[in-house]
């Protein structure tokens, strides 16, 4: 399986500002996804970062809050924009072959708190 | 369509056995089971496709029932390692590899 190297692992960051995380794989992979999860509960999919073209956004998820760029394979980054304390939480990169039958590995995570 | 587990949480005492389930409202392509502790990401465990076998490796079982559109994981004599929480994640037709995930079951073993 893949290794999924993300940064910062944690931040604290003012109300107002943008913080941008980056993800590396260390092998291609056909897709990659970013997901949301608040303490407590479940992974939420924000969006599939699709390779030299925009993302694709889940319902409830716009790309003017949640810029993803995807320059090549092995490379993604989430930018959270203009920051309310609402979106304290963990980001989890993902990264999967694209196939039913290949499992998805994830990265540590990053964990945001807004101030 | 985030799919249901059932139970939300369960305390067992080591060596013994726990079911957790997974139930959507959709028609079931693959169920993917993962396991988070906390403050790490999720690890995978098994995948189950439509029209599969059973899976599993000592321990650690899974079925996929495509009439009843769910999924079982079936932890045998637990370990005090088995602690965590537990996510299904369901897979649409089109094998993209995105997953939409349970609400999750946390599991607990106690000495």
């Known amino acids: 399986s893949a290794v999924i190297s993300q940064k910062p692992s944690r931040d604290i960051c003012q109300r107002g500002t943008s913080l941008t995380i980056q993800c590396q794989v260390d092998s291609q992979v056909t897709m990659m996804f970013w997901y949301r999860q608040q303490p407590g509960q479940s992974l939420t999919l924000i969006a599939t970062?699709?390779?030299?073209?925009?993302?694709?956004?889940e319902s409830g998820f716009v790309i003017d809050k949640f810029p993803i760029s995807r320059p090549n394979l092995t490379f993604s980054t989430l930018t959270v924009s203009n920051m309310s304390p609402e979106d304290s939480s963990i980001y989890l990169c993902s990264g999967s072959r694209g196939r039913a039958d290949t499992e998805a590995f994830f990265g540590q995570g990053t964990r945001l708190t807004v101030v | 369509q985030q799919p249901v587990q059932s139970p939300q949480a369960v305390i067992l005492r080591e060596g013994e056995d726990a079911v957790i389930n997974c139930s959507s409202s959709?028609?079931?392509?693959?169920v993917h089971w993962y396991r988070q502790k906390h403050g790490e990401a999720p690890v995978f465990l098994m995948i189950l496709l439509k029209g599969g076998e059973q899976k599993g490796h000592e321990k650690i079982s899974a079925s996929f029932n495509e009439k009843k559109q769910q999924s079982s994981l079936y932890l045998t004599a637990s370990q005090l390692s088995y602690s965590g929480t537990y996510f299904c994640g369901t897979g649409g037709s089109g094998n993209t590899g995105k997953l939409i995930f349970g609400q999750g079951t946390t599991l607990q073993v106690k000495p």
């Open positions: 970062a699709n390779q030299g073209s925009e993302a694709t956004y």
């Open positions: 959709k028609a079931l392509y693959s």
